[in-house]
């Protein structure tokens, strides 16, 4: 006879399950989070924007997180022979409200350890099995067989509590992102390079004790992980990048989804619901999730915590609302973003128009939302810039 060992048990303990564990054990729920190996590196940038940190500082506080501030974007054009450089930190500005980039296995440790303190409880098993139990789930864990009255999906793009509830992600709606970690080198400068073929982006991020070197693209594309890894590694070669530093290769899935499988996003079902990166809740054009991941955990437990009589359709509906449009608007501009025309515009303005590097700065650091994207560079008044940039973005 299985007790109800939780009110809510959450699969996964990366910043979108950690941060919910946090905010529902505030509100003193009986949370358990079953995870057997966070916190761990990831293969993401690792950028947390001001908005970011913004949403979690009040937990972090107690436990200060080691990151590389960043102060400029290098936008490099390897085959016309051209960069581009875009500072992010103004003078008299504090630098942490640009871009700071960290190690995943900090960022998340500490969430971690704020949820621990909050009263969660971590359970350091493998999640192998989910199915109906009286009053809620039963989940087997290498650990034991468990249960809790709700679950929550937050174990990213391979889900189980997604493929066991809902359906698993197609191909086509996932990029891989794969490279290396050059230990002991770092910087306070981003590098990021445009592809179109395959169509993505190829970047290095500083994180105190590494760069984060890697190219992202989506994964029903011809090429393999280790085709993709040859590439990067020859980029690093001719960009001078980490040289002479040990290389550690990673491959990892990133949801990348369309407008259409946007607006009918399955996020929640009778005793659960998906969070960050199980959700799907990823930019499609940066494939930044970390805020998304954040964010939606907190607005599942506040929807939780209410006392709406349908907390489901409420979390479903702020998600529809708040997170999935800007979402869209991203995947509708993919096609464009990563075309050699468009590349060349993007060139052209950051060269030439300090404004557009402060809407693209912007941008970066998590600033400015794709909506704001097109008034912003309209309103720089450098109208022939201005026209054939969007031009060639929108009509990608």
């Known amino acids: ?8 048990a959450i699969v996964g ?24 190996s966070h916190p761990r590196e990831k293969a993401c940038g690792g950028g947390v924007t001001g908005r970011a940190l913004a949403l979690v500082a009040r937990a972090l506080s107690e436990w200060p997180l080691p990151a590389a501030v960043i102060r400029s974007a290098r936008f490099i054009d390897s085959r016309a022979g051209r960069s581009a450089i875009v500072p992010l930190v103004a003078h008299g500005v504090d630098p942490s409200s640009a871009l700071i980039v960290a190690s995943r296995s900090d960022f998340d440790g500490r969430l971690l350890a704020a949820a621990r303190a909050a009263g969660a409880t971590l359970v350091e098993a493998r999640v192998t099995g989910i199915g109906p139990h009286s009053g809620g789930a039963a989940i087997e864990t290498s650990a034991g067989r468990r249960s809790a009255r709700f679950i929550v999906g937050a174990d ?69 992980a280790g085709v993709l890894r040859d590439q990067t590694a020859r980029w690093i070669q001719s960009m001078h990048i980490a040289d002479g530093a040990p290389l550690r290769s990673y491959s990892w899935p990133i949801p990348s989804l369309c407008a259409n ?16 990166d199980a959700a799907g809740l990823v930019d499609p054009i940066t494939r930044e999730g970390i805020f998304f991941a954040l964010r939606s955990a907190e607005i599942l437990a506040d929807a939780l915590a209410s006392d709406a009589p349908d907390p489901l359709a409420r979390y479903t509906d702020r998600i529809r609302d708040e997170i999935t449009p800007e979402l869209a608007r991203a995947a509708r501009l993919k096609s464009g973003f990563y075309q050699p025309r468009f590349v060349g515009h993007l060139f052209d303005a950051l060269t030439r128009s300090r404004a557009i590097r402060d809407v693209m700065a912007d941008l970066v650091a998590g600033k400015v939302t794709y909506e704001q994207l097109k008034w912003r560079v309209a309103r720089t008044m450098e109208i022939g810039l201005a026209w054939s940039l969007l031009g060639n973005l929108l009509s990608g």
């Open 13 to 36: 303990a990366g910043p979108a399950g950690a941060w919910a564990a946090y905010c529902l054990a505030q509100r003193g729920a009986r949370v358990a989070l079953i995870d057997p």
């Open 261 to 276: 499988d946007l607006r009918r996003l399955e996020v929640s079902g009778p005793g659960w619901a998906l969070v960050g």
């Open 156 to 224: 990213g793009a391979n889900s189980l509590v997604r493929r066991r509830l809902a359906r698993a992600f197609r191909r086509d709606q996932l990029t891989i992102a794969t490279g290396y970690f050059a230990d002991g080198v770092t910087s306070d400068e981003i590098v990021i390079e445009l592809l179109s073929d395959p169509p993505g982006y190829i970047w290095s991020f500083p994180r105190p004790s590494h760069l984060a070197i890697g190219i992202c693209t989506q994964a029903d594309g011809p090429a393999t």
């Open 1 to 8: 006879m299985l007790r109800n060992d939780w009110d809510i």
